[in-house]
């Protein structure tokens, strides 16, 4: 037989192929993913008749994708914004859809992919540590992917103070010199601290001042010349 065969999905002419020793191929990366009910046509010739084939179901799978997470700041202080990014690839260019970003399995947010790129800003994070997963919900031809899980560790804004403690310049409660750091009072709130040669002043994120250390000068600014050797608000 001579001739060529037309290749369809249902009604639909894919495209043609010439016969060559018998046979016609051809090969299309026209199919999307799912199943699709091909046929072969065979158009026959001035000694051949037509025929059709039985129907052939082609499984199309959706392209793997993978997803990997990172964190703008690693580790992270409590109340501060973190930027959290995914980046998603797949041997077929251009993934779209969404990534949901998870804290264990609370989710904290959703954002659109983007040349391959999804970015989340999140303040939700407690202090401690955090095992963060990014889930792509893959697209039309790419596959869903999650990423492997991130470990973020998030801090205290404290503030911690070593060396010399005369004048109860560390703010520990005491006057005994410190070879490791100690915490400057209990307060995890902390904003800006400047440190001076013998005395310390501080801001806290709600915007009060507090100073410890030597007073004989009044520096410390409470309307007195006494030491403190823990933080007092002004």
Not at 215 to 226: K, L
Request: glycine residues 12%; hydrophobic residues 35%; aromatic residues 6%.
């Amino acid at each position: 037989p001579a001739g060529c065969v037309a290749f369809s999905e249902g009604a639909t002419v894919i495209a043609t192929g010439n016969i060559s020793n018998g046979t016609a191929q051809l090969a299309t990366g026209s199919l999307t993913p799912g199943d699709h009910d091909l046929t072969a046509t065979y158009l026959g010739d001035a000694a051949h008749r037509t025929s059709t084939s039985a129907v052939v179901t082609q499984t199309v799978e959706r392209a793997p994708s993978s997803v990997t997470l990172t964190s703008g700041t690693a580790p992270s202080i409590v109340d501060e914004p973190v930027t959290l990014s995914a980046t998603v690839t797949s041997p077929l260019a251009n993934p779209t859809g969404d990534v949901d970003f998870y804290d264990g399995t609370t989710l904290l947010g959703r954002a659109a992919v983007v040349d391959g790129e999804a970015a989340l800003s999140t303040d939700a994070l407690a202090v401690g540590g955090h095992d963060l997963m990014a889930v792509y919900s893959g697209d039309s031809a790419h596959a869903a992917a999650t990423s492997p899980v991130h470990r973020q560790r998030v801090g205290e804004h404290r503030a911690w103070a070593w060396g010399d403690n005369g004048n109860g310049r560390l703010g520990d409660g005491s006057r005994t010199g410190r070879s490791a750091p100690v915490p400057s009072g209990a307060a995890t709130d902390w904003s800006t601290v400047v440190a001076g040669g013998s005395h310390t002043a501080a801001t806290k994120t709600d915007r009060t001042l507090w100073t410890w250390g030597w007073g004989q000068y009044g520096q410390r600014g409470h309307a007195d010349f006494a030491d403190r050797i823990a933080p007092t608000r002004v």
